[in-house]
């Protein structure tokens, strides 16, 4: 080969090499949730939603490692260390306050995104929801602020009842102050509240016959990642054990559950996908306000209602905004 021919070669294999190692590099999500991948297939469907409305698609110009806690709270530390480590650009805790509280445990720098089931201000996460001034923001869908409204619900379904259950995660740091506000309630209605802790799925189990032995009338299911993670099962609880019960959303009811009442998922995570790509392309976290959802949902499950025995009032029927015949 002639000296000039070889130059002329050599120069052609090393510019697509240069040209590729110049090519910048695709940021990556980290998306951290307390539930599993199953479960949350609509939610991460609304995510990718919100992402592609700023122009942002797995695959083409960005990437996501997903990390799935399938419901036990104590994995979620480690997953987040291991994302932190991968030095993502974003981490979308995903899944209760638990995702958002570890993500903040394991990285001040690294912008957060979360769905917050409860006051951020309260959870130390954020300074104040205009202005968060730290690596987090999300919304806020006040979950667990619902819960009296809940037993109002509920109460509202099957009448006056002296005894009513309440089924909490005692590993959810809202689960105290819960259980307070609903104690409360009951005394201000005049009602006896009972309340059970469930953190595994025998803890369920025991649970429920608990609150059958106390003779309750009805139980409420407080908004957490575990039991969101675990519907199937407490649906199936209730319906053995033939008590009206009340869920935070509609999965629960859309699986055989009675009633829901709560926020929609599907919008607040678009947003959260939303505010990720906003951060993607500069935006800090200090300055992007907490928002706060407005919409909720009654859900009724009427065919649940006619094995229970139970008719539906009017004016509740009237009120929900979707009913499954």
């Known amino acids: 080969m002639r000296r000039r021919e ?33 479960e949350y297939a609509h939610v991460v469907a609304a995510f990718r939603q919100g992402l592609k409305e700023v122009e942002l698609i797995e695959g083409r110009n960005l990437a996501i490692e997903f990390r799935w806690a399938d419901g036990q709270y104590n994995r979620l530390a480690p997953l987040a260390d291991d994302l932190v480590r991968r030095k993502v650009a974003v981490i979308a805790a ?28 309260k959870l130390g ?12 923001t999300g919304i806020s869908l006040l979950a667990s602020d ?6 109002e619900l509920l109460s509202e379904l099957v009448g006056t009842l002296p005894t009513i259950g309440f089924i909490i995660n005692p590993d959810n740091p809202n689960a105290t102050p819960d259980a307070g506000e609903v104690e409360i309630w009951g005394r201000a209605s005049g009602r006896q509240i009972v309340v059970e802790r469930a953190s595994t799925e025998g803890d369920l189990e025991s649970a429920f016959a608990t609150l059958v032995q106390q003779r309750v009338g009805a139980v409420v299911v407080s908004a957490d990642g575990f039991f ?15 008590v009206p019960t009340i869920y935070p959303w509609p999965d629960f009811v859309e699986a055989g559950g009675l009633m829901s009442y709560g926020t929609s998922l ?13 951060i993607l392309k500069g935006a800090s976290p200090a300055d992007l306000p907490v928002q706060q959802a407005t919409k909720y949902s009654l859900l ?5 209602a006619r094995r229970l025995g139970l008719t539906i009032p009017l004016a509740l029927l009237a009120r929900a905004d979707d009913v499954i015949e």
Do not use: M
């Not at 070669?9 to 949730?33: D, E, H, K, M, N």
């Not at 954020?126 to 001034?133: E, K, R």
């Open 6 to 38: 070889f130059i002329v070669g050599a120069a052609g294999l090393v510019c697509p090499l240069r040209a590729r190692a110049q090519q910048p590099a695709v940021p990556v999500i980290g998306f951290l949730s307390s539930t599993s991948a199953e």
């Open 266 to 278: 599907p919008s607040a995570y678009r947003q959260v996908g939303i505010y990720t790509g906003r």
């Open 228 to 242: 969101t993670n675990r519907r199937k099962q407490l649906v199936g609880l209730a319906a053995r054990h033939a």
């Open 146 to 151: 619902l819960a009296t409204k809940r037993f």
């Open 300 to 304: 009724i499950n009427l065919k649940t």
């Open 94 to 121: 995903i899944g209760g306050n638990n995702p958002a509280l570890a993500a903040k445990a394991a990285t001040s720098t690294i912008p957060i995104v979360s769905v917050f089931g409860s006051d951020p201000i």
């Open 125 to 136: 996460l954020v300074a104040n929801l205009h202005n968060p001034g730290t690596n987090v």
